[in-house]
């Protein structure tokens, strides 16, 4: 783990997608995170000492999911499935499909595995999953607050975990798509899916994979904007925790009342003509009871001094 010194910074942007906005002051205590995200062989001790079973791994019952075709209540979790041409953006299904037998073991489906991709982050974890683990491993999912300042790398305002240009002097500094999404992927950072969590450069405070590879659980409830702009508050709100639970459901599902969190980072799918939300301040909804090809996540441990940061975990 690496200690993050807790500090004061602009959290959101007000120049990309509206729920990024708006852009506040908030304060985070310091706090150790992971250095990269959970990686498969972290992930399969902890399964292999516990027995834990991923949601991605039980079959969904009917009265949880009212409207559900009976052949699709069976286990399995979505995978990203490139058409073979160009498609409506607006249409994710174009791109997703629900896979049975797909799950943290077997990441395309039946019939693939892990094998060889030990170093990759885990995916196909739903909320429950990684809390699961970070209970285990006496540690915590971070608060967005927290997990967007330890993106930054201490860089205020800049665009990127890592500053204003995406590909400074053309090297590439995480796995993101390029080309034209979700037909064409031109590869030109080396990676066509996940890449091993530390194959990119570190960011300034010495963590890897905190934008690209994959999308990042945390904490909070998603609320489709910042809870308060903190510059018309009287004070900046300390170790903020994001938005109720009542707030996250989504407005379209309404027979459906999954609540959802907030992910964190892009993912090796967020491309420039499509998903430009490979930057701190980016955040996208995710229903807790979802898991894909292309979500992972990282754990924390907090502290209440700066002192302790010498007392590594």
Known sequence: MVFVPGGTYHMGSDKHYPEEAPVHRVTVDGFWIDEAPVTNAEFRVFVEATGYVTFAEIAPKAEDYPGALPHMLKAGSLVFNPPAGPVDLRNWASWWEFRFGANWRKPYGRGSWIKGLDDHPVVHVAYRDAEAYAAWVGKELPTEAEWEFAA???????????????TPGGRHMANTWQGNFPYENLELDRYARTSPVRAFPQNGYGLYDMIGNVWEWTTDWYAPKHQADAAKACCIPENPRGAGREASYDPNQPQIRIPRKVLKGGSHLCAPNYCRRYRPAARHPEPIDTSTSHVGFRCVVRTQTRSSANDRP
Request: glycine letters at 26%.
């Open 152 to 166: 930054r790398g201490g860089l205020e305002g800049a665009e990127f975990a890592w500053g204003d240009e995406l």
